[in-house]
């Protein structure tokens, strides 16, 4: 009896040990397919791409280069649920979630950004104009971020929800959540594309607290003068252009004076498209999309 089970137990490894390599196969012809697609727009590669319990697919030290951009280094991407693209190749799954730990962005680009100091002059901001430089030192050589990007798509009306956030010692946490339609395959037809409700909240990070630190050390006032007037200047400046109202100005006071969460929401009446909104003069804009802060 122990022989049986013994070489039953050896037999079920041996096809879980077949199955993984046929699964790995068909993964890395997948990831290969879509590195290849991806040719025209960015350069994709990886170390590796494995399978993960409960069901992951992880790509390990994946690079993104994109013509004009710095690099994209990620340590591991994670693809909750994606395994069901190799199933229904050129739909989307129903759900997917993706996850992205440590992916880290070089800043020494900025130091080839011109020099927009008398720009910030014409506007009246030069008390807190950075260089290039100035901002290179106060944010480090560069930005890390974990990310997490999960999505809801139902086949029957074409909805489409995606919920992102993003964790950035620097840039502190962002959440945004969208609601569209007008999704029905890949890829995405933008002009198709409804917007139906959307939601941002930015919890600043450490970029904030340096940033103001620096500028009042080198105005020789106090970080809270410095916020002050930051914040009364955007307020006049948004009223001015009609595009802050009340309780923009107070969202935005709250933000940068006293570091609390900054929320908008976009509620508009009936769904909009970007292609709409790009035809619309900007003073149309909040109306339109029913921005809320």
Do not use: C
């Not at 025209?40 to 992951?56: F, T």
């Not at 993104?64 to 069901?84: G, S, T």
């Not at 992102?164 to 395959?185: A, E």
């Amino acid at each position: 009896m122990r022989k049986i089970l013994y070489y039953a137990l050896l037999a079920l490894l041996a096809l879980a040990g077949a199955a993984k390599a046929l699964l790995d196969y068909q993964l890395n012809r997948f990831a290969t397919q879509a590195v290849q697609q991806a040719q025209p727009y960015a350069q994709i590669s990886y170390q590796q791409v494995r399978l993960a319990l409960p069901a992951q697919v992880v790509a390990d030290a994946v690079q993104i280069q994109a013509p004009d951009f710095p690099a994209l280094q990620i340590q591991q991407v994670q693809l909750q649920k994606l395994y069901r693209f190799l199933q229904t190749p050129g739909k989307l799954p129903q759900d997917w979630h993706i996850s992205l730990t440590q992916a880290e962005l070089s800043l020494q680009p900025l130091l080839k950004l011109p020099n927009t100091q008398a720009l910030w002059q014409v506007f009246g901001y030069q008390a807190y104009y950075l260089s290039p430089a100035e901002m290179l030192q106060l944010l480090g050589q560069s930005l890390s971020a974990d990310a997490d990007l999960q999505a809801h798509w139902q086949a029957a009306n074409g909805t489409l929800t995606l919920e992102l956030q993003i964790r950035s010692p620097t840039l502190g946490t962002l959440d945004l959540q969208v609601n569209t339609s007008g999704v029905h395959s890949l890829p995405i037809q933008w002009q198709n594309l409804l917007i139906h409700t959307a939601s941002l909240t930015w919890q600043g990070g450490q970029w904030l607290p340096g940033f103001s630190n620096y500028l009042a050390q080198k105005q020789q006032i106090s970080q809270k003068k410095l916020r002050q007037d930051l914040s009364q200047k955007l307020l006049k400046d948004g009223q001015q252009s009609g595009f802050l109202d009340a309780q923009a100005q107070t969202a935005l006071s709250r933000f940068i004076q006293d570091a609390q969460p900054l929320k908008i929401q976009l509620q508009p009446t009936n769904p909009f498209s970007l292609q709409e909104l790009s035809r619309l003069p900007p003073q149309q804009w909040l109306t339109r999309t029913g921005l809320r802060w």
